[in-house]
């Protein structure tokens, strides 16, 4: 998928579902209920077994859906980030930087997203190539952090992870975040089989963003 195309989709969509579940079928279910839901910005943590086979299910699932961007998350070092391009990720993502990841997701031409929490940290990533590079974990942070970042750095491109939920959501993307990950509160319902909680989550989120962005 064209990383020009992945960059403006996931701008525009301003969410990323990081989804970390404990199997491929799990996750695959939790996937399109946040699909159903609007959510279309997908990532799989390569904490869940064989997680190249679920990217690669998903996406040929919905090839023929150019909303749907597929990608990887916690990638640690290059060898993870090929294995997921080779499985059709178009986005890369890692809780930390990697200088190697970096270089091989350039290569690639797909979006590598390091996660950072200082400026040191956030303009290393810049350097190396990184388009957007994830706020981690950003409950440690507040959201007059981007624009204390953004004030030096305009041309940074941040996406808070890690603690963002419906209550904060709006202050984040007020803040300048260019988009935010999802994670813990919205995969929660797939533990007890609800996945239309999942959907009506997603939702909710999907409504919040319109709000912000109107």
């Given at each position: 998928m064209n990383k020009v195309h992945v960059l403006s989709t996931i701008q525009k969509q301003k969410l990323v579902a990081v989804i970390r579940t404990d199997s491929q079928e799990q996750a695959i279910k939790v996937a399109d209920a946040c699909i159903d839901g609007g959510i279309y910005t997908l990532e799989f943590t390569f904490s869940i077994p064989n997680v190249e086979e679920v990217i690669r299910t998903m996406t040929e699932k919905y090839q023929d859906n150019k909303q749907?961007?597929?990608g990887a998350g916690t990638v640690l070092e290059a060898y993870a980030a090929r294995e997921?391009?080779?499985?059709g990720a178009a986005f890369v993502v890692a809780p930390s930087f990697d200088q190697e990841t970096a270089k091989l997701c350039n290569f690639y031409q797909v979006p590598y997203m390091p996660g950072c929490v200082t400026v040191s940290e956030i303009k290393q990533a810049m350097?190396?190539?990184?388009?957007v590079v994830k706020l981690f974990p950003s409950h440690t942070l507040r959201p007059s952090f981007v624009k204390a970042?953004?004030?030096p750095l305009p041309q940074t491109n941040l996406m808070p992870t890690g603690g963002v939920n419906l209550d904060n959501l709006r202050e984040w993307l007020d803040a300048g975040a260019v988009a935010v990950g999802i994670g813990g509160n919205l995969?929660?319902?797939a533990k007890t089989g609800e996945y239309d909680k999942i959907t009506a989550l997603a939702r909710q989120y999907v409504d919040e963003v319109?709000?912000?962005i109107e």
């Open positions: 749907v961007i597929v997921a391009i080779t499985a350097e190396a190539g990184a388009d970042v953004q004030a995969v929660a319902p319109k709000e912000v």
